[in-house]
């Protein structure tokens, strides 16, 4: 392989890097942080989003997912989400 070709694939690898962080970052709340971790910090920052904790409001968010669907599980009438 010659050094362009490394280089391209070097470049596919930072970019997909990028997009999981965002994509990590988004799932628990911080979406800003994910895209600011992966673009300077690449798969390292990937690591740091995977330990990185949820937002309170994305707790309460996949709590309130939680209850919805045991409580349709059980068979009770469960309102819709507003």
């Known amino acids: 392989m010659d050094p362009f070709q490394i280089l391209i694939i070097l470049l ?18 911080r979406r800003d942080l994910g895209w600011i971790v992966g ?15 949820r937002t309170h409001e994305q707790e309460v968010l996949n709590a309130r ?3 919805r669907v045991e409580a349709e599980a059980r068979g009770e009438m469960v309102p819709p989400e507003s």
Do not use: E, Q
């Not at 798969?43 to 989003?49: C, F, K, S, Y």
């Open 39 to 53: 673009l300077f910090l690449g798969w390292l920052g990937v690591v740091i989003m995977l330990v990185v904790s």
């Open 12 to 29: 596919i690898l930072y970019i997909l890097a990028v997009i999981i962080c965002a994509k990590l970052g988004n799932k628990k709340g």
């Open 65 to 67: 997912r939680r209850l």
